[in-house]
């Protein structure tokens, strides 16, 4: 069996990666939700008081709607709080899911696609990947969106970000404390009492900040540390298996 090629393996980071969108976003929508009971609320056997007259079935679903996906809340007496954030995640991710559907389609000549919920436009988006494959530039776009869109979701509902422990020791302070932030394509070192020699960076004045590595360094902090570069450049990788794991 031959090895798969880029294209095939790009195309298997974004269908993991449309995976976890597909099971994450829901929970997103259950963040807007207004809560089943809480302590001050009647009990669950009491009945609920009629809807306010001249407010039709439609107009409360519309009501409900728009605070799912715009953060604002109905008129009338509430105790659900604002959740801005979530709402403006739903609205990014649901908006680029729409634009990935429809650009897929267009780059492989294929009609318009019809309207549909985010779950489906996602399947949707998986059933073309080998169809796609072979077209690097849209198996790559594919993937970066759908990366983009589950990061968005993943940090709306305050999961903390991955963090990868790779060999070496730290140049400044020589501790084993080098850890890989994928989702940042940034290394750092985790040592609070590490300092670097750059007086102008910020790990010197705050004691918050931690010194960090960008991709372009790599190379060098690897030879300065004693750590693998494939390794390290392995463990920077922002891909979905990682994320599965968890």
Known sequence: MSAPTD???????AMLW??????????????????????SAPPRDTPKP???????????A????????H?????????APLRLHVSDAIRDITDGVVELDE???????????????????LLRVAALLDRATGDTLLTEHIRDEVRRMARRCTRA????????????????????????????????????ACRCADRDCDCRTDPAHRHAWSEGEWARLAAESGADLTE?????????DREVRR
């Open 103 to 121: 650009a897929v389609h267009d780059r492989l000549r294929l009609p318009r696609p019809r309207r549909a919920q985010v779950a489906e436009r």
């Open 157 to 192: 509902l305050g999961a903390a970000e991955p963090v990868v422990r790779i060999g070496g020791r730290c140049p400044w302070c020589d501790s084993v404390s080098l850890r890989a932030l994928p989702a940042r394509r940034a290394v750092l070192c985790v040592n609070p």
């Open 71 to 79: 953060g604002l809340t109905p008129s009338g007496p509430s105790t």
């Open 50 to 60: 009629p809807a306010p007259a001249g407010r039709t079935h439609a107009e409360r």
């Open 232 to 240: 390290l450049t392995g463990a920077t990788a922002d891909t979905a």
């Open 62 to 69: 519309e009501a409900l709607r728009t605070e799912q996906l």
């Open 7 to 13: 294209d095939q393996k790009t195309a298997r980071d």
């Open 18 to 39: 449309i995976e976890l969108l597909l099971r994450q976003f829901p929970e997103l929508l259950d963040e807007l939700a207004p809560a089943h009971h809480s302590p």
